[in-house]
């Protein structure tokens, strides 16, 4: 027998109003995740061009790394996520995203 109660019913009842947020961000990822995978399929004859010595063997081991990373990942910093929570690894992973870009910036104003 299952030891449903009324309060469990209730909260049951209560998520159903969350479906459309949580279908909406599970779209996004999916697209995320989808579009390295476009981005790269789109830079790969660019690098084809841009370096003369790069064959399409070493531009298939890129593209199985990408591919494997993103199998992994999934499976590492899922747990992760699911242990300390979602938004603080989300947080995590926007700041290791946008903070390499600006290394650059001041690299040049150290050196200049």
């Known amino acids: 027998m299952s030891n449903v109660t009324s309060g469990n019913v209730g909260a049951v009842a209560d998520a159903a109003k969350y479906r459309g947020k949580v279908l909406a961000i599970s779209i996004a990822g999916y697209a ?10 789109l830079a790969a004859p660019l690098l ?26 999934g499976y590492i910093f899922g747990p992760i996520a699911d242990k300390f929570g979602r938004k603080q690894r989300w947080s995590g992973v926007l700041l290791s995203l946008e903070s390499p870009p600006v290394f650059p910036v001041f690299v040049q104003i150290t050196f200049s």
């Open 32 to 41: 995320f995740d989808g579009m390295d995978i476009m981005v790269f399929a």
């Open 48 to 73: 084809l061009d841009a370096w003369a010595s790069l064959t399409l063997v070493q531009l298939g081991v890129v593209a199985t790394c990408m591919l494997l990373g993103m199998s992994f990942g």
